[in-house]
């Protein structure tokens, strides 16, 4: 819609998880040095969690285009129910067959994984939203993860959530789960200082070659936003409709608290109350 008037090749703000785009401020590059510790030291369980729109499920994208060969992945994206849902989720995750009782599919899915062992590679599921999942369908992966009984595990489970993963793991309930837990961090948000840096490189990767958010609009967008990035492209983005709008070739402060105020008042998703 506005790339042309800008000079951009393609949106720089879209708020689709996109790994190609990933800017690695100071708590995405520890976040991910974490995954990949997870994931070449074999953790069982490797925990990362974060708030809405910070970054986790890019961060799980570039993990999983980058897995090496020998490593089988899977990835849950919502949130099933109940051990049964959950294996026949699981299953399709890993692209096995998911007819039949659920003592067959378990049974099919435990030769999938003996199948591995034997060939000395390994499975990694990874489940996103898992602040979502109940009681019953945790356990169900701490019983999954009962299999690892040799030096090398043959499934690595991560877990993808909001901070309320965090506060259910700590449940006492969960302890037997939590001691299970080899790796775990909690993903922040950007720095204010690190905003500038992030937006001038969405609008690079985009194909801009001058600046096109004045700094004082940088600014603002760095204090309304907390540093979220995905609140960092809804800013952006219609901040570029708005200029496009009204012809503003810089967009400026006004342009970007015009924005904010117009979300406050109209929007599904009130931003800048800070």
């Known amino acids: 819609m506005y790339e042309a008037f800008y000079g951009l090749q393609a949106k720089p703000f879209s708020i689709l998880p996109n790994p190609h785009l990933i800017y690695w401020g100071r708590m995405h590059r520890l976040a991910y040095a974490m995954l990949e510790f997870g994931v070449l030291n074999q ?4 925990v990362i969690t974060g708030e809405i729109g910070s970054g986790k499920t890019t961060l799980i994208h570039h993990l999983l285009s980058k897995l090496p060969k020998g490593v089988t992945p899977g990835l849950i994206n919502n949130t ?23 003592l067959i599919v ?32 945790l356990e169900f992966l701490r019983m999954l993860s009962n299999i690892n009984t ?5 499934l690595q489970l991560i877990l993808v959530g909001q901070p309320q993963l965090r506060e259910q793991l700590r449940d ?39 600046q096109i958010l004045a700094d004082q609009a940088i600014a603002v967008v760095a204090k309304k936003s907390r540093g979220i990035p995905r609140i960092i492209n809804i800013l952006c983005d219609t901040a570029l409709v708005y200029g496009l709008a009204t012809q503003a070739h ?7 608290e015009e924005v904010i105020a117009d979300r406050q008042t109209y929007g599904v998703l009130p931003i800048g109350n800070v």
Do not use: C
């Not at 099933?80 to 692209?95: T, V």
């Not at 099919?108 to 939203?129: N, P, S």
């Not at 909690?186 to 720095?191: G, I």
């Open 43 to 46: 953790a069982g369980f490797t």
């Open 80 to 102: 099933p129910q109940g051990r049964d849902e959950l294996l026949r989720w699981i299953m399709l995750a890993f692209g096995q067959a998911i007819e039949g009782e659920y």
């Open 106 to 137: 378990f049974r099919r899915f435990q030769e999938f994984l003996l199948d591995h062992l034997r060939g000395k590679r390994t499975a990694i599921l990874v489940i996103d939203e898992a602040q979502n999942l109940g009681l019953e369908s």
């Open 150 to 154: 040799t030096e090398t595990p043959v």
């Open 172 to 210: 006492p309930i969960l302890e037997q789960f939590a001691q299970r837990v080899a790796v775990d961090f909690h993903l922040k948000a950007l720095e204010e200082k690190e905003v500038a840096g992030y937006i001038e490189s969405r609008l690079a990767a985009a194909g801009a070659r001058r």
């Open 250 to 256: 810089v967009i400026t402060p006004d342009i970007v």
